[in-house]
Nanobody
Framework: QVKLVESGGGLVQPGGSLRLSCAAS????????VGWFRQAPGKEREGVSC????????YYADSVKGRFTISRDPAKNTVYLEMNNLKPEDTAVYYC?????????????????????WGQGTRVTVSS
């Protein structure tokens, strides 16, 4: 049974930090590309960051470059998203997803339609 569970969200002031976790069961994250996506009220789900399984490459949306960092802990079968210098526009429900097939097109990494498994999301609210 494949299951992804996000945690770590909450209410934080602008400039603050949070670390989101995505814990997996039923699959080994080391063998999958893992992506973080977010969806704000009234908006489409957008790619935030992803981590390749093959070579460890990471990718970030322009809006979060320099502020967010994706990482893995194979021993815990968990992927993290460290979020620093949070802004109100970061407010959203954050989801982690994993791929079923290897990606061959770089545009796939930030395309939610290319991910097969999803967690239920964790809410992040950035407000003073």
């Amino acid at each position: 049974q494949v299951k992804l569970v996000e945690s770590g969200g909450g209410l934080v002031q602008p400039g603050g930090s949070l670390r989101l976790s995505c814990a997996a069961s039923g699959l080994t994250l080391d063998y999958h590309t893992v992506g973080w996506f977010r969806q704000a009220p009234g908006k489409e789900r957008e790619g935030v960051s992803c981590s390749e399984s093959s070579d460890g490459s990471t990718y970030y949306a322009d809006s979060v470059k320099g502020r967010f960092t994706i990482s893995r802990d194979p021993a815990k079968n968990t992927v993290y998203l460290e979020m620093n210098n949070l802004k109100p526009e970061d407010t959203a429900v954050y989801y982690c997803g994993t791929s079923l097939w290897p990606f061959t097109d770089r545009s796939d990494y930030m395309n939610s339609g290319r991910y097969a498994f999803w967690g239920q999301g964790t809410r992040v609210t950035v407000s003073s």
